[in-house]
């Protein structure tokens, strides 16, 4: 399969503790975007890269939450000392930058998280 | 700022019904429109775009109509079947961001 995928796919962790989530973008798109999701609602655009570079940060991304995308290929995202507000969904999209597809976002099947 | 808003957050359809899915969005920059279709449990899955110097696109059983005038999406499903149902979003992007309303459920009755 060589669609986005995410690792784990589901996590439950106590209140306090830190979690990484780990996102493989499609091998060809240099973009690669994070966003988190809640239920009942869409999902909220919380950063996205241009190969390493952190291009944006959502203000939903407050100094607890930290992305990295090192060598432009996989991304992971990491939240220190995780509240119940953290749980959600978190879901990984990747897009080429060029192309008649560049605009096209293209979602993997997401980590949920639930924090007690 | 940026919102999107859905007329019906529920929908139910017979199958084999034709079904339309609408959608407000205010930001009058978004230059790319992208509808997906979200099954419970996994990512949001593509399903149609349009880019804003169009006013329609047609797919495999779906067609996309764009009304910048009032900043208006609509989908229409043909043919609506069971593998259809689930939550549809209209994501209107700007600026390399998407921006997702709540989404609408469709559901099909057989």
């Known amino acids: 399969d060589t669609g986005v995928s995410q690792d784990p796919r589901h996590k439950i962790t106590k209140r306090g503790q830190n979690v990484t989530f780990r996102c493989d973008p499609i091998?060809?798109?240099?973009?690669l975007y994070w966003y988190r999701q809640t239920l009942g609602q869409g999902p909220e655009f919380l950063t996205y890269?241009?190969?390493?570079?952190?291009?944006?940060k959502s203000r939903l991304l407050s100094d607890r939450f930290s992305a990295e995308r090192p060598k432009g290929s996989f991304s992971t995202l990491e939240i220190q000392r995780t509240e119940q507000g953290d749980s959600a969904m978190y879901l990984c999209?990747?897009?080429?930058?060029?192309?008649?597809?560049?605009?096209?976002?293209?979602f993997g099947p997401g980590t949920r998280l639930t924090v007690l | 700022g940026e919102s999107v808003g859905l007329h019906l957050p529920t929908l139910s359809v017979q199958e084999g019904d034709n079904s339309i899915i609408n959608c407000a969005y205010s930001?009058?920059?978004?230059?790319?429109f992208i509808w997906y279709k979200q099954e419970s449990g996994k990512g949001p899955q593509f399903i149609i775009d349009?880019?804003?110097?169009?006013d329609k696109r047609q797919g495999q059983r779906v067609t996309v109509l764009l009304n910048k005038t009032v900043k208006h999406l609509s989908l229409q499903i043909a043919a609506t079947q069971p593998g259809d149902s689930a939550v549809y979003f209209c994501?209107?992007?700007?600026?390399?961001?998407?921006?997702f309303g709540a989404g609408t459920i469709l559901r099909v009755k057989s």
């Open positions: 999209a990747s897009s080429p930058t060029t192309g008649r597809r560049k605009n096209e976002q293209f």
């Open positions: 091998s060809e798109h240099n973009r």
């Open positions: 890269f241009q190969n390493e570079a952190q291009l944006e």
């Open positions: 930001n009058s920059a978004s230059d790319y």
């Open positions: 349009i880019r804003s110097n169009m």
């Open positions: 994501a209107p992007k700007a600026r390399d961001k998407l921006v």
